[in-house]
């Protein structure tokens, strides 16, 4: 990475010399939240062959950034341009994420994923989770048997309730349908155990 860096920035630079513009979209998202990338995005923004163009999401976005990385590394212009978009396109790409992720990243991206259902939702997440690793052996959870618990819990008042968040599980492939050997529909969240324990850490916080 530092020969990287030091190959990008020159101390002399002419008007005519060309630059490598980085657009990177929700600098403060999830994925970058951390400071070691934000390090390494304020030394590159401090090349002097890169312009960074960034958007950020969260107001308080800035408190990522000490002084001298706000004034000096990426010394930015500030413009506030609120789109007030949904996010339909940046959603697409959370199930992409979580099928090619590392253990860590998997389990952060579905976390993420987590927060934006009801509590409820993620509650009968947690008990399918559970089971799963508890019984690792098994070809996932009875669907009436997460039935059975969730409404115990006051999580569900009818399957139709539950079907209501097992569908939004599915369409975020936080969730998959298999067929027990006894016939029944059986679900198993595709994620490997390690990673299944840090998720469930990261959603207990």
Known sequence: MDDL?????????????SFVCVVVHN????????????????????CSHIRIVASVDNVNAPLL???????????????????????NVEGTFFPLILAHSSTAQSAKTAAIVLQSLTPNAQSVFKILAEYQLSHPDEEGMPVDALYTIARERFLVSSQVTLNSHLTEFKDHELVKTRRHSDGQDCLHIPLAADALEKLLSEINQ
């Not at 950034?65 to 949904?86: E, L, S």
């Open 5 to 17: 860096l030091a190959f990008l920035h020159e101390s002399d630079v002419e008007e005519n010399d």
């Open 27 to 46: 600098i403060d998202g999830p994925g970058l939240r951390d400071s070691e990338s934000q390090e390494y995005l304020a030394q590159l923004a401090s």
């Open 65 to 87: 950034w000490d002084k001298k990385m706000v004034h000096t590394q990426f010394n930015w212009c500030w413009y506030h341009i609120p789109t007030f978009a949904p996010y």
